[in-house]
């Protein structure tokens, strides 16, 4: 039943990470063709906007080091221009990998907090910023699609609370570069609604306007969908969500999965809120990659709607 809520927007565009940001927490590689598999069936259910891979270096991120061989097989994707795909890139050199394949939207990733620039990036805050400059702005040259991820943004597992003055600063950086939009990560889940509202309105002071933000919830404390319901609220319509749930971090062991792609559909379809997804067949996509990784979804939208296991019959 769909029962609107006043000052939310109309439409929310879901920026599906689950082939990227899931698959690369995955402790068994997941086989190239079923990566693409997976892939085809997001943009079937109607997901505009497709995480693809990284471009990252093999020995760093072992799970998506299939990159060359997989981008081509999304090309009938590209080419009907319905669906971006997205990779991520670290440096010039994973930037070339990518704009070699024909990407035409990357992101790069930073973070807001110097312990994880060390752990994830092996370079200081302001050193990462140097790294992603000449990247964003052969990127732009190209005119490419240019996303800043934002890591840490609300807590570290070593730094403890990020205070949102540090995280503000950091995302302006990135945006001067510039970044056609930010994502805002909750690494390790640790946000709350009113935290949400008061590091965006300080991106607002600081120039950063809504309409260039996305967020990116985990769900360690159960907090992702309220933390989205906040931004929102705010006027945020760019969401990342994982299909099935999936995801964490390599490099931060408390991060626990993303938003799940099909709660975040649920929660959209009942306050009438365009996404263009069909959650039918989205949680059916789930459901068919859970087999593949041979361990239930965890998302409770997939678990609700999808069918137990028929018990076999037995003959007296």
Same mark, same amino acid.
């Given at each position: 039943m769909k029962v609107p809520a006043p000052d939310l927007p109309a439409r929310v565009r879901i920026h599906e990470v689950g082939a990227r940001d899931g698959l690369q927490n995955e402790k068994e590689t997941v086989p190239t063709e079923v990566k693409a598999e997976?892939?085809?069936? @997001?943009?079937?259910a109607g997901l505009s906007t497709i995480e693809a891979t990284s471009f990252v270096h093999p020995k760093w991120v072992p799970q998506l080091a299939d990159a060359e061989t997989l981008f081509p097989l999304l090309d009938d994707i590209a080419e009907a221009r319905k669906v971006s795909l997205p990779v991520l890139?670290? !440096?010039?050199?994973g930037l070339e990998r990518a704009l070699a394949l024909g990407a035409r939207s990357i992101a790069v990733f930073g973070s807001a907090t110097e312990t994880f620039a060390a752990r994830n990036l092996n370079r200081t805050v302001d050193e990462s910023l140097a790294m992603f400059e000449p990247v964003v702005a052969r990127a732009k040259a190209e005119k490419v699609h240019v996303r800043g991820y934002l890591s840490m943004c609300f807590g570290d597992p070593w730094e403890g609370a990020v205070p949102v003055a540090q995280v503000v600063k950091v995302a302006k950086a990135l945006m001067d570069l510039g970044c056609d939009e930010l994502? @805002?990560?909750d690494t390790i889940g640790v946000a709350t609604p009113g935290h949400v509202r008061e590091l965006l309105k300080a991106l607002n002071d600081s120039g950063v306007p809504t309409s260039s933000i996305g967020v990116h919830f985990h769900d360690t404390y159960g907090q992702a969908l309220s933390n989205t319901l906040a931004a929102l609220q705010h006027g945020v319509t760019t969401v990342d969500a994982s299909a099935g749930g999936l995801g964490g971090c390599p490099y931060a062991k408390s991060a626990t999965g993303n938003l799940a792609t099909e709660?975040?559909?649920?929660? @959209? !379809?009942? @306050?009438?809120i365009e996404t263009n997804v069909d959650l039918t067949a989205l949680t059916a996509t789930s459901a068919w990659l859970a087999e593949h990784l041979g361990r239930p979804s965890p998302s409770r939208t997939v678990r609700a709607l999808t069918p137990p296991p028929s018990s076999p019959s037995h003959k007296e």
């Open positions: 997976f892939i085809h069936r @997001l943009a079937a890139v670290p !440096n010039e050199r994502s @805002l990560g709660d975040l559909v649920w929660m @959209l !379809n009942g @306050l009438g």
